[in-house]
């Protein structure tokens, strides 16, 4: 019953930037970790960039000097800042998130967004 909402993809030119965000709406308690993650054609998903719910954050070697990942508790949302995009940074972004449906069961599950398309061109 939980969705998450993503936004923000596009063409950009090399070196460009842009921002992505992720709204989480529906039946929830609490979210935990998030995290983005992105596949590219004829490749395995890989994780891009993690933010624990106190703010922890873990980055893939090939972005932590150009990507930026933030959320904001209040309003269920996660954002990943993208600069300096390189032509390699091109896949299908998704937002993911753990999250704890009812204060009533501990159980959390993994939602996944619907992918956003980013480009980069050279």
């Known amino acids: 019953q939980v969705q998450l909402v993503e936004s923000g993809g596009g063409l950009v030119e090399a070196g460009g930037s842009l921002r992505l965000s992720c709204v989480a709406s529906g039946r929830l308690f609490r979210i935990n970790d998030m995290g983005w993650y992105r596949q590219a054609p004829g490749k395995q998903r890989e994780l891009v960039a993690t933010?624990?719910?106190?703010?922890?954050?873990n980055y893939e070697d090939s972005v932590k000097d150009r990507f930026t990942i933030s959320r904001d508790n209040a309003q269920n949302t996660v954002y990943l800042e993208m600069n300096n995009l390189k032509p390699e940074d091109t896949a299908v972004y998704y937002c993911?998130?753990?999250?704890?449906?009812?204060?009533?069961?501990?159980?959390?599950?993994?939602?996944w967004g619907q992918g956003t398309q980013v480009t980069v061109s050279s």
């Open positions: 993911n998130a753990n999250v704890r449906a009812t204060a009533w069961e501990r159980v959390s599950d993994d939602v």
């Open positions: 933010v624990s719910r106190g703010g922890s954050t």
